[in-house]
DNA sequence: GTGAAAGCGCTAACAG
DNA sequence: CTGTTAGCGCTTTCAC
């Protein structure tokens, strides 16, 4: 019934290709290519006549071919652990903005944290991209299958999590510095007994948080102990929760409560200060709280959260402008972009 | 210098294709594809070592050859205002999840809420998508561009924000019903005076809340005067904030608050909200507010935000559902998801 | 200025 | 079971 009525819609008939321009004018399809790519020896009359034959008769270009013959894709490819994270989905916001100016497309690809599904996804990126832009997944030590790409002539970004042992550029924030920033504000309003949520170590930017974290203690001469440090197996809520719970137990044991937290990522510290709270303990008051990320969130907490900002839309641009840097073989090493602390009321304990 | 360096990688060596085993193996090409794609007439051995070969000589098809030789592009393409929204990403998110369990790929583009962009973009799509998935810009009415796809069997799917006269599947959230839920959420605490903050009612999205919105108030018997209804250009915190000033310049001239005000959108309302929380007006107290989309961030608000829930992952998974239904010959016309009103503190003005 | 023709890498008849 | 071959739609020498 309704089948039939759709009929002519179902009937799709072949697209029109040059040669049916080039038959319905009497001239070649070389023509009819030359005049569409504006070539300069076509006349001026006959471009316009080809060229409004052509939108008559709804033509357009099928790219795949031209994929085909030009050997360029016109296509980047685009690998994160999750779309609808702000920080990425930020950062494809400016990926997008300049493969668009570039006339470049974006195709996108969520490898979920696991290796194996973005080992998966890279190699059959292979034939279809210039390019790959990522951020890798954070269960596994070992990306070499990126390898693959750059030996085969697809250039690499790395943007926010790199890998070792990568051919490829590397868009970064510096870390180390963003976790200084953080803590060199906690030590300034006097606090010693910080502690740090950090996340898995082998993945760059925690291991780097971390470090920050420890010299800039150390600068101050303070000696961190073993229960200073929780390490997430990733930086979610609910790790936070688990975070919190840890500390708190001690507490019921006798430990003292840590004067601040320093956390590696914004959802941990909210999960941590949501359950501190449930606890009646104070933020700032009782402990102060510092995040990671700038997610957008944090402004918007009953208790603002302190966070170092990572310029997520700025990070996918530059990844962006050095991927067509590489593509146009000035190949950019690295570029590091200088963290900001945001001081909310989280971690302003002397302030009422 | 570093050039030098690097210039092993610049001089990409040709990938390997088919020909290359092929003769390596001393096999003709088509004994290579068939080996390749498991057809069913190469004996297992033979199949064996090719793909050992193809291993060992890093093949990867060239899947842009694939493409134009069988005329399918395994790539759907997706147009959204902006990816950077929690709603857009999430939908995406769930696109990407069905898209990847068909083994399709997908190509992402921003509008801008821009129908020149965006129109510019559908007419690029035309020759290397199999179907397009979109959410159209908010500035214009007429849509029709997407009418090229459809006419030349590229299926079209709009989700949540659709268009008039576009030959193409849909998937919405039954706005109007969900305008409803919250309208009678209000009037069930027997609030009267209730505003609405629309966006512009030429979106569906919009009109139909607005639609559902003065249906509600007429069958409980109110009538809605003119400064109940506050259309924005669009349903963003500044729009919110504009509607507050408006509201509290009324009533500073003798107008009563309105009891409660429903938002076409979350950020509206937070704009709102903050801009009445400024000038002193408790929430939900003075006045009660509900919004719509369910942003994650409502919940985390000092006084958390009522709202409509519009399940955009699963509009994003359905919308892909549809699509692979369509491609498959099978078109679905619509679907349409039940919302749900998620109270929170916002609008509980009989609560302490 | 314009046309003929050779592929880009792969698939799928059509022959053996 | 395996090989030969003809394109998919387009760009681009090389001729005229």
Redesign the pocket.
Known sequence: MRKLSHHSFQMTR??T???DIAQRLD?????V??A??DHP???AA?KERIREVAREMHYT??SV??N???GRRNTIGVVVPGINRSFFSSAIEGIEDKAYKQGYDVLIYQSKDSAEREERIVHSLAGKVDGVIASVAADATDHSYYNHLSASGVPVVLFDRTAKGVDAGTVIVDDCQGAALAVEHLLRQGMKRIYHFAGPRHVNVWGNRLEGYLSTMREAGLSVSDEYIFEGINTSEQEGRRFAETVLTAHASGQPLPEAVFFAGDFAALGAMLEFQKAGIRIPEDIAVVGFANEPFCQLLPTPLSSVDQFSYKMGYMAGKMMFDRLRGEPQVGIVIAPELIIRKSSLKNTK
Chains 1, 2 share one sequence.
Request: charged share 15%; no cysteine.
């Open positions: 072949k697209r290709s040059i040669y001239v070649s399809v070389s023509t290519s030359r569409l790519s020896s076509i006349s006959l270009p099928n071919a031209v085909l013959k030009t």
